[in-house]
């Protein structure tokens, strides 16, 4: 059950002094939004939600409260200055616990300590009535009380920084690339900055408040097309996505210094050789490979998933019987070791405390090739207590619990961490693979996604070059590479080392860090191309 403002109360209003406040922020550059702790004590109104909910008779509940603020300067198409699009949400969301079975009732907008009462007693009221069918057991395990504040580590809050100096910044660099090379057409970029201040409580005791702040941006060199081939080129900066910080990550970024690569690379993408239809030798950069591990292991890990819990929303995996899995399934080749975290310097998916108040751990879903963990939230890792009872391992979330869309509003659900990808003992390079390539293609950027059950994937470059003698030999195109992921994994010959690690925050709302890596026996194809 879900209860918007009106439902949960005709009397539901801001208060003067909240009004007066957020119209005050607004009126002031640079602090547009007022923070969370501005709104109202926030606190206090869980602690109605958490009584109302076990009076009501919840064994367990819990309860989160969501204030997002968003601004996105879109789009930079040379020289222009476009205005900010500013955005906003406030939810309440409580979720109870009865004989097996979970409710939940959401709120959109401030909420009253008696709004939060509705909340707690309609989200009992639903677990009791689903509680009526097939008996079930919830096994939350034991976690520690949770109780302190957090904030992403930020250098410049981004919302000190008054949208026309942003602009300013970036059209400067659009600017300076414009003038660089005769042929540039157009540039274009964009930057989406975002804070998201959380609560949460339980009745166990967890208090915590955090505040996550993430930056984005995209920049595109466009150049005009070609005189023999009538082509244009793109190139994206590789170096650009998304991060857990603040202002400093667009300040930090080299776009001057790497702006005469990217016109050459755009310019160099206008000659395209046809690509033949067949298996290759492929080398991906780190960013290809990112977008990988992201559709064929990182959706595949996903606990939820792949017990079929998800099947009619995201879908399910390959990884289908995760306890006659773990521990002999071969994703991939020994060369292919994955983590992940929720604690990387300046990663999407980082945090002090996951959504049901759990500190995130590290732990390893594949190593050497062998599945060894899921993506786990604190009902899901006792799904695996057969497992990690055979080997010593304690029986705890790996802390993937979130929140999407609109907030705590909407359930929460179990969200992608952060993914890393071991680098190799050697410390090769993307040139050092191409090197060792007789003939083959390389693929750089581009986007990988996968069916249903992350098993077939296909993927694409934002550059495809031919490898000829272990030298790029110009582009190929369009040209796309086809794959069944343990298939794939399993001819992973060759990986990058630490050197050539980089992050890339995607838009699954993680960051994955990754290394180049050669793949044999790749099937290449022309998406253009009719049978």
């Keep these: 059950m879900k209860l918007g403002s009106a439902a949960a109360g005709a009397g539901v209003v801001w208060p003067r002094r909240m009004l007066a406040e957020i119209q005050a922020a607004r009126a002031t550059p640079g602090a547009w939004a007022p923070t969370v702790r501005a709104l109202l004590g926030p606190t206090e109104v869980a602690a109605s939600a958490l009584e109302a909910a076990k009076s009501a008779g919840a064994v367990y509940a819990d309860v989160r409260f969501s204030y997002d603020q968003a601004e996105s300067l879109f789009p930079f198409v040379g020289p222009t200055y476009p205005g900010p699009r500013r955005t906003e949400h406030i939810g309440w969301g409580v979720r109870a616990l009865v004989n097996g079975y979970w409710g939940f009732a959401g709120l959109d907008g401030v909420a009253t300590t008696d709004d939060a009462a509705t909340l707690g007693r309609a989200a009992t009221a639903q677990a009791t ?12 395990g034991r976690i520690p009380v949770a109780t302190g504040t957090w904030a992403t580590p930020v250098e410049i809050d981004p919302f000190t920084v008054s949208y026309e100096e942003k602009a300013d910044y970036m059209d400067s660099i659009i600017d300076d690339i414009q003038r660089r090379r005769y042929g540039v057409a157009h540039t274009f970029a964009y930057i989406t900055v975002e804070r998201g201040d959380r609560l949460f409580a339980s009745s166990e005791g967890s208090s915590i408040s955090q505040t996550i702040f993430t930056t984005t941006s995209r920049l595109e060199v466009n150049v005009s097309a070609d005189w023999m081939s009538e082509l244009d080129g793109q190139r994206a900066a590789s170096f650009l996505s998304s991060a857990g910080a603040g202002w400093e990550y667009i300040l930090s970024s080299p776009l001057r210094e790497r702006a005469t690569q990217l016109i050459d690379e755009a310019l160099g993408a206008r000659r395209p050789q ?28 996903a606990l939820d998933r792949a017990m079929g819990y998800r099947a009619n929303e995201d879908g399910t995996s390959y990884l289908r019987d995760p306890l006659s899995m773990l521990g002999t399934f071969h994703v991939g080749s020994p060369l292919l070791t994955v983590s992940m975290n929720r604690s990387m310097p300046h990663g999407v998916a980082t945090v002090k405390w996951d959504d049901e108040g759990v500190e995130p751990r590290d732990a390893t879903l594949v190593k050497e090739g062998i599945l060894t963990d899921f993506q786990t939230t604190r009902e899901a890792a006792s799904w695996l207590a057969p497992y990690y009872g055979t080997t010593h391992q304690p029986v705890r979330s790996n802390g993937c619990m979130g929140l999407v869309d609109r907030g705590a509003s909407e359930p929460p659900v179990q969200v992608p961490p952060n993914l890393v990808m071991q680098p190799g003992a050697d410390e090769l390079s993307f040139h050092d693979l191409v090197k060792s390539t007789k003939k083959g293609l390389a693929f750089v950027g581009g986007q990988s996604s996968t069916d249903w059950q992350a098993l077939n994937g296909v993927g694409g470059g934002s550059m ?68």
């Design 129 to 140: 009535n689903a509680a009526r069918g097939k008996p079930r057991t919830v096994d939350l």
């Design 274 to 301: 046809p690509v033949d239809l067949g298996r290759y030798d492929v080398v991906f950069d780190a960013e290809a490979t990112a977008q990988v591990i992201a559709a064929s292991i990182g959706d595949a890990t």
């Design 464 to 531: 495809v070059y031919r490898i000829t003698n272990g030298e790029l030999d110009g582009t190929v195109g369009p040209a796309q590479y086809l794959y069944r992921s343990p298939d794939f994994w399993k001819n992973l010959v060759a990986i990058g080392g630490k050197r050539s690690a980089a992050p890339f925050g995607l838009l699954t709302g993680n960051t994955v860090s990754a290394v180049p890596m050669k793949v044999t026996n790749v099937a290449i194809t022309d998406p253009t191309r009719k049978a």
